[in-house]
């Protein structure tokens, strides 16, 4: 599968920012879909995940009340609607992909080359 993230940016803190990673080249409804982001000096760490019919969603703890991930599922589409953003979410955000039945689990075999999103003070 191929995975193309955009959406990232410039924003002040408390601003919003909505993510969106385009897939193709699978059945995209038979996918379990996350973001994870790497920030500078960090390891990269799970952020969000939706599941294949879009049922289930999970969240980083440092996200959750913040964050929203959903799918459209006919236009084979992710998204990741940021709210409140904080300068500690500064970082590369990739989505990625695996079959379905994946999540929870987060070690995902397919991703996406990654959108930045940084948040000024």
């Known amino acids: 599968v191929q995975l193309q993230a955009s959406g990232g940016g410039l924003v002040q803190a408390g601003d919003s920012l909505r993510l969106s990673c385009a897939a193709s080249?699978?059945?995209?409804?038979?996918?379990?879909m996350a973001w994870f982001r790497r920030a500078p000096g960090k390891e990269r760490e799970f952020v969000g995940g939706?599941?294949?019919?879009?049922?289930?969603?999970y969240y980083a703890d440092s996200v959750k009340g913040r964050f929203t991930i959903s799918r459209d599922n006919p236009k084979n589409t992710v998204h990741l609607q940021m709210n409140s953003l904080k300068p500690a979410d500064t970082a590369v955000y990739y989505c990625a992909a695996e079959l379905w039945g994946r999540l929870p689990k987060i070690d995902f075999g397919s991703w996406g080359q990654g959108t930045q999103v940084t948040v000024s003070s």
């Open positions: 939706i599941s294949w019919n879009g049922v289930n969603t």
């Open positions: 080249g699978q059945t995209f409804r038979a996918l379990d």
